[in-house]
């Protein structure tokens, strides 16, 4: 024992041993053993690796409070320019400073890799890259770093499953601590969050008016980006389209900033019933104003007069490609696609996007699936009798309210797409129904594996070439995303056994882009082949010409009315446009 303490006496004067401990040691009221754990104990609270509870926590960070709204500006990004404007103009009417981020480019993705991790996904290099960018624009512009970290917070939409996006909210902050923005607040959405978000001092408080004004900027953004794609590519003026979206997104954008936040009138609050439950009756009317009295079919009616006023020339024969894959690779428009949308269009092609509605209803459609798999699982093995039965009655019963509530959500937010889709004359395209979309891809793909698109990508596939609403499907996903990956597996039995699909699979970087495009063009091929079969078939079998087609169009200027409504036997617009030829001809008795 002795020796013992000599020794550590010794290691002491060198390392630094508590001398309480070294005391103890000394009289013999501790054991080495004890000594040891207490030592090892210090120096791992001294360099922080103490775990807690025996789990991770994430570091405390500063919140965003009420009280900074009308000092802090909210950055956000990551969908399309028009969806991001409608959304800033909401954020805007509720009071707070917002403002979205440019289009990322490979810049970011270059400053994502040099202030981030090894091995993330292409997604989170150009997102925080792109947010890295913008803070070190605003320090080159005069600001300080603290006076950034305590002007500005970033909003984003989290994740969860296998996917590795949903652990990225650490590592948006280790590149940001890297960067020198170490303190930054990142307010992350997660996917399951629910409806009302709120609480006492939420400097971002997400309540029903938060939640209604993003889905109305989902819905708005997607029609009008929709019809954009569809007459672009036929516009007989270069440019008469971009410059009708943004008159349209600035003309809605205004209207929403002006529209005033709904409230009961205050002599509702003296009722005594109401003065109970008035948060309630107000969210009532609040939805009821959303199904019957929203501003937003009246806006989209003026901004088609905008758009009528093109002039299209739809005997080009187009293939028309659509895109499905990853959800932040196939909305973005920038370097982190590999600028395909500009390509596709560049290379005679008519896009076919993918609106954000879909994946809003595949949540729903998801969680109504999982409430339905997993009723009365809760229910006590060893209840027995009446106390068993009415615990069957009970989870039922909650499972029936769910599993209502669940659907009415779905047919409700499918009702206000379609209903804001008839003001442009139907020509945005329709939301596929995803119980059609699940018993498709099911013998493929199982419908209860989720994370990433899940089974979407397969069911999409057959879906837009079986419905004849496509010549071309192209999935983008990031380099190495698992579910897309695992998809693509999938798709090779998908093409097997549906000899008329034309399939591409993309993965997109920060580099490899003219790779990318040369794999497009080949397959492009196909489909441009395709549609001048289609093209010259369908002439054949309504006696026309292409010179009959021309002649008629310079005859008769509502043929190069944009919203024309077209029959849909066919996948492309110029021979959907010739059979509304022959129809006008067998009318006139030609």
């Known amino acids: 024992m002795h020796d013992t303490v000599r020794n550590a006496h010794a290691h002491h004067e060198g390392e630094g041993i508590d001398p309480a401990i070294l005391a103890a040691l000394r009289n013999g009221t501790m054991t080495i053993d004890d000594a040891l754990k207490l030592e090892r104990q210090r120096l791992e609270r001294e360099s922080g690796l103490v775990p807690r509870n025996g789990h991770w926590e994430r570091p405390a960070e500063r919140v965003f409070t009420r009280s900074e709204r009308d000092t802090t500006v909210v950055l956000f990004g990551g969908l399309t320019w028009k969806h991001e404007r409608l959304i800033q103009a909401n954020l805007r009417r509720l009071g707070y400073m917002a403002e979205y981020l440019p289009s990322p480019d490979v810049r970011a993705f270059e400053l994502g890799k040099e202030f981030g991790n090894n091995g993330l996904c292409n997604p989170t290099y150009f997102t925080v890259g792109n947010l890295i960018a913008h803070l070190q624009s605003l320090e080159a512009g005069g600001m300080s770093k603290r006076e950034i970290i305590e002007s500005y917070v970033f909003f984003t939409a989290g994740a969860c499953g296998p996917c590795r996006f949903g652990m990225y909210e650490s590592e948006y902050r280790l590149a940001l601590r890297n960067a020198g923005f170490e303190g930054f607040r990142v307010l992350i959405l997660q996917q399951h969050g629910g409806l009302d978000q709120s609480s006492e001092d939420a400097g971002l408080e997400m309540n029903l008016d938060f939640t209604l004004g993003i889905l109305n900027a989902f819905l708005v953004a997607d029609l009008l980006n929709d019809i954009a794609y569809k007459i672009r590519p036929y516009e007989t003026e270069a440019g008469a389209t971009n410059r009708a979206l943004t008159e349209s997104l600035e003309h809605v954008a205004a209207a929403i900033e002006r529209e005033p936040i709904y409230h009961l009138p205050p002599a509702f609050s003296r009722l005594p019933f109401l003065r109970k439950h008035l948060p309630g009756a107000e969210s009532i009317m609040k939805f009821l104003r959303q199904l019957f009295a929203s501003p937003f079919p009246a806006l989209l009616r003026e901004c088609r007069a905008l758009f009528a006023e093109i002039r299209v020339d739809r005997t080009r024969v187009k293939p028309v490609v659509k895109i499905t894959g990853e959800f932040w690779a196939q909305t973005t428009e920038g370097d982190g696609n590999f600028r395909i949308f500009d390509f596709l269009e560049q290379e005679g092609a008519e896009v076919l996007i993918e609106p954000v509605a879909p994946w809003l209803l595949y949540l729903l459609h998801q969680e109504k699936q999982w409430t339905r798999d997993r009723r009365l699982l809760d229910l006590p093995p060893d209840a027995r009798g009446r106390y068993r039965l009415a615990l069957i009655v009970r989870g039922y019963w909650q499972y029936v309210k ?40 099911h013998p493929y793909y199982h419908s209860r594996i989720e994370g990433g698109e899940g089974h979407l990508e397969v069911a999409k596939n057959i879906y837009y070439t079986r419905e004849k609403l496509a010549h071309m499907v192209l999935s983008v996903k990031p380099f190495g995303c698992l579910p897309s990956t695992q998809s693509d597996g999938v798709q090779t039995a998908v093409v097997a056994h549906h000899d008329d699909i034309i399939f591409l699979p993309v993965e997109t970087s920060g580099e490899g882009e003219a790779n990318a495009h040369s794999r497009v063009q080949m397959t492009l091929n196909d489909a441009r082949e395709r549609a001048r079969e289609e093209f010259a078939s369908t002439l054949e079998s309504c006696g026309l ?13 509502a043929l190069s009315d944009p919203f024309l409504r077209l029959p849909s036997q066919d996948a492309g617009t110029a021979a959907r ?14």
Not at 421 to 438: E, G, H, M, W
Not at 548 to 553: A, F, G, V
Request: glycine fraction near 2%; aromatic fraction near 6%.
């Open 545 to 557: 010409s292409e010179a009959t087609l021309q002649e008629e169009l310079r005859k008769n200027e």
């Open 402 to 441: 769910k599993s209502s509530l669940l659907s009415l959500a779905e047919r409700l937010y499918a009702r206000e797409y379609r209903r804001l889709r008839s003001r442009l004359d139907f020509l945005p395209q329709d939301i596929p129904d995803q119980n059609d979309l699940q018993r498709i891809a």
């Open 577 to 590: 446009f010739s059979r509304r030829i022959a129809d006008l001809r067998k009318e006139k008795g030609k």
